[in-house]
C-alpha cells in the first residue's frame, strides 16, 4: 500500500518568505508527527498530532512555525518569515494509533533550502 | 531530559564481517528503545524496538540488539553485513504515554568488499 507522502520533495525559498509543507499520512493512521532533521544530526521532534488535534507541541523552536492537521488526514506544516537556520529536511510520520506499540512510519521528507 | 548518544559517527565494516553499533541513553523512567535505518534518498525504516520482556530483541534483516539496563545501553548487532547495509542507523528513546521520540545523532555505516 501507499506509505507517507510528502511534498514538495525540495523546497527552495529566500530568506523572509513563507513555506509550507505537506505531509499524507497512511490512510487510516490516526498519529501523526512532524520531525526535523538538520545536516549531520538525528530527527528532532517538533509537534505530535492525534486525531485534529495538536496532543503536544513542544518542539516547535518558535513562533513561526505551526501545524495544522483539519480534517485529521493531511498535515500542512507552515513556516513564516524563513530564515536560513531552518534549513533542514523536514520528516512527517504517522502510526495506526499512539503509544510506542505503533510503529512510526516515515516519509521520505521534505528538503527545505533557505537562501 | 531524556537523551541519545551514538559515539561513533562513521564505522567501515568489511562485507561478512560481525557489526556492532553502540548506543547508550538516559531516561528517567522505563525506556522504549528503538533502532532505525535510513538508506540514502529513503525514509526512516524500523529495524527494531524494545519495551520489556526478553533483553535481546530480534528485528529485521537480521539485526539484533540487547537492552543492558545497568548501562543504559542499547546496542545493536549483525552477525554477518551485506554491501546493502551500507546506511544511517539511528538510536531512539521514548516511553509510555511519551509520544516524543529523541533520537541519536546516528552512526553512518560503510561496508567495504
Known amino acids: 500500500g501507499a506509505g507517507v507522502s510528502q511534498t514538495p520533495s525540495n523546497k527552495v525559498t529566500e530568506k523572509g518568505k513563507y513555506v509550507e509543507l505537506r505531509c499524507d499520512p497512511i490512510s487510516g493512521h490516526t498519529a501523526l508527527y512532524w520531525y526535523r532533521q538538520s545536516l549531520g544530526q538525528g530527527p528532532e521532534f517538533l509537534i505530535y498530532f492525534q486525531g485534529t488535534g495538536a496532543a503536544d507541541d513542544s518542539g516547535l523552536p518558535n513562533d513561526r512555525f505551526f501545524a495544522v492537521r483539519p480534517e485529521g488526514s493531511v498535515s500542512t506544516l507552515k513556516i513564516q518569515r524563513t530564515e536560513r537556520g531552518d534549513s533542514a529536511v523536514y520528516l512527517c510520520?504517522?502510526?495506526?494509533?499512539?503509544?510506542?506499540?505503533?510503529?512510526?512510519?516515515f516519509g521520505n521528507g521534505t528538503r527545505l533550502t533557505v537562501t | 531530559a531524556q537523551s541519545v548518544t551514538q559515539p561513533d559517527i562513521h564505522i567501515t565494516v568489511s562485507e561478512g564481517a560481525s557489526l556492532e553499533l553502540r548506543c547508550n541513553y538516559s531516561?528517567?523512567?522505563?525506556?522504549?528503545l528503538f533502532w532505525y535505518v535510513q538508506s540514502p534518498g529513503q525514509g526512516l525504516q524500523l529495524l527494531l524496538k524494545y519495551f520489556s520482556g526478553d533483553t535481546l530483541v530480534q528485528g529485521i534483516k537480521g539485526f539484533e540488539a540487547e537492552f543492558k539496563r545497568s548501562q543504559s545501553s542499547f546496542n545493536l548487532r549483525k552477525p554477518s553485513v551485506h554491501w546493502s547495509d551500507a546506511a544511517e542507523y539511528f538510536c531512539a528513546v521514548g516511553g509510555f504515554g511519551n509520544e516524543k521520540l529523541t533520537f541519536g545523532t546516528g552512526t553512518r555505516l560503510t561496508i567495504i568488499p
Open positions: 531516561y528517567g523512567a522505563t525506556p522504549y
Open positions: 510520520a504517522s502510526s495506526e494509533d499512539r503509544g510506542p506499540n505503533s510503529p512510526l512510519h
